[in-house]
């Protein structure tokens, strides 16, 4: 039962042009949620975040959107870099789940081409 | 750099056997977590520890054990070692046990069973 949701696994942008990857979740009880980049070889590096008590986020060319009424958010990169090219990991966390703490997306892999 | 170092970063072994995989969180990060990620897999949540103490438990196996010791350092036990058991282990730290906030990666462990 997978409670992070990321449904496309891979995503081709053209250099300059915007990228906008999606992640659905399904527990209401998450209200906070986080980015994470992994290139190959390496392990995952934060990106961006946001809480629940907001609805957009910006970090330089990186923004992150959440609709909670729908359970979904979105990273939109813009403009899209080669340097981009990476997995994007979701991930989510209830503030009060003394248990697991972070549950994470499969991935979408971004690739930007030149 | 991330900060957390995991040893060793490659291992081949083969079905039956055990191994041991080892963490050191970043300077002064309590907490750590371990995260085994298969192929075209996600992150997947496997124990996570704090000033020594179990905190939060995931999807491990029962082959599969950890600790964390006074030093903080952590390892992660596979034992009775089965061809799925091949994958990325990676292990994070942050500073407190529910912290909202970044999880620092180590570059992983890539385990292959034959």
């Known amino acids: 039962d997978q409670q992070v949701k990321q449904n496309s696994p891979s995503l081709s942008v053209q250099e300059g042009r915007i990228s906008i990857l999606n992640c659905d979740y399904t527990n209401s009880m998450f209200d906070y949620f986080l980015w994470y980049k992994k290139y190959p070889a390496e392990g995952p590096t934060f990106l961006i975040s946001i809480s629940s008590i907001k609805d957009k986020n910006e970090d330089g060319r990186f923004t992150v959107f959440l609709n909670k009424s729908a359970k979904h958010l979105s990273l939109h990169i813009v403009p899209s870099q080669p340097g981009d090219s990476a997995v994007y990991f979701c991930?989510?966390?209830?503030?009060?789940?003394?248990?697991?703490?972070?549950?994470f997306g499969p991935g979408t892999r971004l690739s930007v081409l030149p | 750099d991330s900060g957390v170092t995991q040893t060793p970063k490659h291992l081949i072994t083969a079905t039956g056997q055990r191994v041991t995989l080892r963490c050191s969180p970043r300077?002064?990060?309590?907490?750590v977590y371990w995260y085994q990620q298969s192929l075209d897999q996600g992150l997947q949540f496997l124990i996570q520890y704090y000033n020594g103490e179990e905190r939060a438990k995931g999807n491990i196996l029962e082959r599969f054990s950890a600790q964390q010791f006074p030093d903080l350092h952590s390892e992660l036990n596979l034992s009775s070692l089965e061809l799925g058991d091949s994958a990325l282990y990676f292990c994070a730290s942050s500073v407190e046990a529910d912290e909202l906030g970044e999880l620092f990666f180590g570059e992983g462990s890539r385990l292959t069973v034959l």
């Open positions: 991930a989510a966390s209830a503030l009060y789940n003394y248990g697991q703490n972070f549950v």
């Open positions: 300077s002064g990060d309590l907490s």
